[in-house]
Nanobody, 123 residues
Framework: VQLQASGGGLVKVRESLRLSCAVS????????IGWFRQVPGEQREGVSC????????HYADSVKGRFTISRDNAKSTVYLQMNSLKPEDTGVYYC?????????????????WGQGTQVTVSS
């Protein structure tokens, strides 16, 4: 399984970004996909994930109501729509996949990682 993350950039507070995670080597209904965020000196934390199978979604409390995760099976791509961005959303965002679990909410559940994409929210 290979993951390719893209879509990061520099935005201002309250603006939006959409991250994409292109997946190859597995179908999206057979693998859980999650987005993680990391800032320097801190551990990588789960932001959102979409389960394999029925596509149940999960969000960290800090992003509930602002971020939306979705998947396009035909394009084999998972998206993270990020609205009303805040400076504390700044970090490197990674997408990850798990074939062992139906969700991937913590790093230890991930089997595969994509490269990171930088998101910077300026005030």
């Amino acid at each position: 399984v290979q993951l390719q993350a893209s879509g990061g950039g520099l935005v201002k507070v309250r603006e939006s970004l959409r991250l994409s995670c292109a997946v190859s080597g597995a179908t999206l209904d057979s693998i859980a996909i999650g987005w993680f965020r990391q800032v320097p000196g801190e551990q990588r934390e789960g932001v959102s994930c979409i389960s394999s199978g029925d596509g149940t979604t999960h969000y960290a409390d800090s992003v509930k109501g602002r971020f939306t995760i979705s998947r396009d099976n035909a394009k084999s791509t998972v998206y993270l729509q990020m609205n009303s961005l805040k400076p504390e959303d700044t970090g490197v965002y990674y997408c990850a996949a798990s074939s062992r679990f139906t969700t991937v909410v913590v790093t230890t559940m991930a089997d595969y990682w994509g490269q990171g994409t930088q998101v910077t929210v300026s005030s």
